[in-house]
């Protein structure tokens, strides 16, 4: 779909929204987490013993630094590496379908949750006239989108309200092959050609290290929320902005190209 760069004048011409974090509180961690303590505690005890993983080792923050924002079979191989299991290369096929397997069933068992700041931002920016699209590496993020109805959340744009947050979306890139993953922007840099607009007039929102170093490796705006109290690490990374929460996010100033925090 292409979009007339000048609109919004002089402001942003689009927004590109990562999926896990940003606007779904998914189980991807449990299911990384409980998958692995499975293996590891079944068919691969004795590769557990001579690793250095064990089930309070894995934490938020080895989830957050390992795995987030990675395709599914290069953040097993980076979670295995990680914990220093060996023959890394040759469980990592294993341990990704097993994990996928559990995270089908979380979602059966609906046990995620949406973030009501980010479906309002991305109301607010629809209701501002400015395209928006879904970039996550998951190829499970749609689940999670269509599963998402917009009745329950306020703000933005009240036509929407009986959607699924899915349909709202211009593009959606969420799950596609790509060459490289986070931090190469090239997921990025495809969405906002898929909305028709420059890179450097797109907002990227993320809440993952890898996420804010791609955004701003393909020279896009960066715009960081910070779930899990890593606001200096968001910030070191290179977002432009670093907000707890999206509604903290200033929209008039967005609606004009700017990103700033709302005063209160």
């Given at each position: ?27 991807h ?25 064990s ?61 009501a ?8 920016v629809?209701?501002?006239?400015i ?5 996550s590496?998951?190829k ?6 269509r ?47 898929e ?21 701003k490796?393909?020279?896009l ?44």
């Open positions: 779909m292409t979009r007339d760069e000048s609109s919004p004048a002089m402001g942003f011409a689009g927004v590109i929204f990562d999926v896990d974090g940003v606007l779904v509180d998914s189980p961690e449990a299911a990384w987490r409980e998958s692995l303590a499975e293996l590891m505690t079944g068919p691969w005890q004795d590769a557990a013993e001579r690793s250095s993983w089930p309070d080792a894995f934490t938020s923050r080895v989830y957050r630094e390992v795995l987030s924002g990675k395709p599914r079979h290069e953040g097993a191989l980076a979670c295995l590496e990680y914990f220093e299991v060996p023959d890394a290369q040759q469980r990592e096929s294993e341990y990704a379908e097993r994990k996928q397997t559990m995270l089908l069933r979380l979602i059966e068992e609906a046990r995620f949750d949406a973030y700041d980010g479906v309002r931002l991305v109301m607010a629809r209701a501002a006239g395209p928006v699209a879904a970039a590496s998951s499970n993020a749609h689940r999670f989108l599963a998402i109805r917009l009745g329950e959340f306020g703000g933005g744009d009240t036509s929407l309200l009986d959607t699924s947050l899915l349909d709202v979306f211009d593009a959606d890139l969420s799950g596609r092959d790509f060459a490289k993953g986070k931090p190469d922007p090239e997921i990025f840099l495809t969405a906002a050609a909305l028709g607009v420059a890179p450097e007039r797109c907002v990227v929102v993320e809440d993952a290290v890898s996420g804010v170093q791609a955004a490796a393909g020279a705006v960066a715009l960081g929320v910070a779930r899990a109290d890593d606001e200096h690490e968001l910030a070191r990374a290179g977002a432009d902005l670093v907000v707890t929460s999206l509604d903290d996010v200033d929209r008039e100033a967005f609606a004009a190209g700017r990103l700033e925090r709302r005063a209160h």
